[in-house]
């Protein structure tokens, strides 16, 4: 079991939900999902400061102002935060204001970064490269373990597929498996997983019924006015009816929640 602020994870644990936006664009915008998702359940909250985009021109976030915004409303909630460091230069930024590092799925492979990532006093959430086979997502597990106190949380966010209609293919099968290899917390990533909002709920609850030991979901207060994966991001009502849809699941598979 891993302790994220005051939230455990894993196994022995209720499972967790993590939500918030894709990116912090104001304090306004960040406290007001926070609240939302913070009321329908959520146990903790992510969202993104350092943004790996596709293209240059797109939003790249608020970098240290996103982090002071996250905490800022972490503490106000009492709740936990997880963001991502995209550079070793970032990573004691990073830690400093978040519970948990994220390492995002472009960063997979990156030995420096997960070397500093493990080395900062803070868990780890290990996203899966977008093309990364199981066995690479478990190198990459161990390159953080052996360097840092064994706190990693891997987190299953689809792959890169010939499949066009989908941002990505999740693999629920991975989620089974990541939890056989090794006895870490798998969560799963339904909004980069799909990539649409109208699937986010039947993929999540499917990850559920295979055994993810958390769900980590992008909301946004108003999808379409996003700065950044608005398409895939779930609005407050959404989410609240997730929740309740999770909640189900989670009591089907006698998991508590
Ligand atoms: C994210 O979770 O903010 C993110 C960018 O995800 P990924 O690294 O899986 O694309
Ligand atoms: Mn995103």
Request: charge should be negative; charged fraction near 20%; include cysteine.
């Amino acid at each position: 079991m891993i302790w994220v602020s005051d939230v455990p994870l894993g196994r022995d644990a209720p499972l967790a939900v993590i939500a918030g936006p894709c990116s912090v664009e104001s304090l306004e915008q960040y406290r007001e999902t926070a609240v939302a998702v913070a009321n329908a359940g959520a146990s903790l909250l992510r969202g993104g400061a350092f943004k790996p985009r596709s293209s240059p021109y797109s939003f790249q976030g608020l970098g240290l102002s996103g982090l002071k915004i996250m905490r800022r409303v972490a503490d106000e909630l009492g709740l936990g935060v997880v963001t991502e460091a995209m550079g070793v230069e970032d990573v004691e930024l990073v830690a400093e204001f978040t519970d948990m590092v994220q390492i995002g799925a472009r960063n997979m492979e990156n030995a420096p970064l997960l070397e500093a990532a493990a080395r900062c006093d803070r868990p780890v959430l290990l996203k899966r490269g977008i093309t990364a086979t199981i066995e690479e997502v478990m190198v990459a597990v161990e390159t953080v373990q052996a360097l840092g106190d064994g706190r990693v949380v891997v987190c299953e966010r689809g792959s890169r597929t010939f499949e066009p209609s989908l941002r990505n293919s999740v693999d629920i099968s991975a989620v089974a498996e990541l939890r056989l290899r090794c006895n870490l917390p798998v969560v799963l990533d339904p909004s980069h997983g799909t990539g649409r909002t109208d699937l986010v709920r039947a993929v999540a609850l499917a990850g559920v019924a295979a055994g993810a030991d958390g769900l980590m979901v992008e909301v946004h207060p108003n999808p379409p006015m996003a700065l950044s994966d608005g398409f895939q991001s779930l609005a407050p009502a959404d989410f609240r009816d997730l929740m309740t849809s999770v909640q189900g699941m989670a009591a089907a598979v006698d998991r508590p929640c």
